[in-house]
């Protein structure tokens, strides 16, 4: 299990396939129960489940290291990506369709490998996206990158 803080409201955690069920991904909003886990649920469902943060370190499988380097080898997702790095706040999808000359179809696939890959944590609220950097990844995939 896969496991890190996305923002100081939850934090996502990633398990693999298990036979023939798809995986799910949860958006939860709430507050922590007595296992860490957030009681109210929502969202999308792609293979995450939300915990409570616990400021631990952890390392990322090869698989995360492949989709981690695939996302950043693109240079237009590293440039989306050193901008939602840069605030403090989630970075609305409209304020990236500003800084970047391409379609929102475009600027919503890069986005999306940088959420497969999980470097970035999408905040939704109705239609609207935002996007916020997941520090810890990065540094786990620099720890990850030092051991080469």
Not at 17 to 30: E, Y
Not at 33 to 51: E, L, T
Not at 96 to 106: E, N, Q, R
Request: charged share 20%; proline share 5%.
């Amino acid at each position: 299990m896969f496991r890190g803080s996305a923002s100081g409201a939850y934090s996502v955690a990633f398990e693999p396939d298990v036979g023939d069920r798809r995986p799910t991904r949860r958006i939860v909003w709430g507050k922590p129960g007595p296992d860490g886990a957030i009681s109210r649920q929502g969202g999308f469902n792609w293979g995450v489940k939300i915990f409570m943060s616990t400021a631990q370190q952890f390392s990322l499988t090869d698989l995360q290291v492949t989709l981690i380097s695939r996302a950043l080898a693109d240079r237009r997702r590293y440039q989306i990506l050193v901008q939602i790095g840069a605030s403090d706040e989630p970075v609305p999808c409209a304020a990236l369709l500003k800084v970047h000359p391409v379609s929102a179809a475009t600027v919503s696939h890069h986005t999306k490998e940088l959420e497969r890959a999980g470097l970035i944590a999408t905040l939704r609220e109705g239609k609207y996206a935002s996007f916020q950097i997941r520090r810890e990844v990065l540094h786990a995939y620099a720890r990850q990158l030092m051991h080469i």
